[in-house]
């Protein structure tokens, strides 16, 4: 069997006040079919191929919101909202390492005149 990998983004685009503030939200996501994950040596730092440990048919999924207004951005992330999606707690890239867990993320960004 072949392995596979699914990337999906998501967004939709509006007004909240007009020529105020605009926000988009959506949803970032990606999928992997089962595969053989590599393998980690951390008392020399390498990775390597092994053939024991499977992954995968794990969703990972990510929900954003993204507003300006006026010359100011500011944007709000949930990482890996999909953990524990289906009781399933195999979110692995690399055998034995599991990925991050939920983290909320926040950005403020200001543009300046010249």
């Not at 929900?63 to 979110?91: C, G, P, Q, T």
């Amino acid at each position: 069997m072949a392995w596979r990998r699914c990337y999906l983004s998501w967004g939709y685009e509006f007004n909240i006040v007009k020529n105020v503030l605009r926000a988009k939200v959506g949803l970032d996501g990606r999928f992997n079919t089962t595969y053989q994950v590599y393998g980690f040596n951390p008392a020399v730092g390498q990775f390597y191929n092994q053939r024991g440990t499977e992954y995968g048919e794990y969703p990972w999924v990510d929900v954003f919101a993204i507003l300006k207004w006026k010359r100011m951005r500011i944007f709000l992330k949930l990482e890996h909202a999909s953990e524990n999606l289906f009781n399933r707690r195999d979110y692995f890239m690399v055998a034995h390492y599991p990925l991050n867990k939920r983290i909320f993320k926040f950005g403020l960004s200001w543009s300046w005149y010249d």
